[in-house]
């Protein structure tokens, strides 16, 4: 649910004229592995997924902090 209210809210913002739209997670780094691809790559790409398929010319940045 939060992946889709996130996509409607870059809609927004890539409408208004951002010229790219950051996805930042700063938590992902507590993650062990298996964590990491279903709570952290798995929401991402559902968002990232979204709104290409509406906005196909947008500019997304993903940044997960890692553990490092």
Sequence with gaps: MIA???AIIWFAQIDAGADAIQI?????GV?????FEEY????????V???RALR?????IAFA???L
Excluded: M
Aim: net charge positive; no cysteine.
């Design 40 to 47: 952290a790559v798995k929401p991402v790409r559902r968002i």
């Design 4 to 6: 889709e209210a996130s």
């Design 31 to 35: 993650l062990g592995d298996q964590a």
């Design 56 to 60: 196909p010319a947008a500019r997304i």
């Design 65 to 67: 902090r890692s553990r």
């Design 49 to 51: 997924d979204a709104v």
């Design 24 to 28: 930042f997670d700063s938590w992902a």
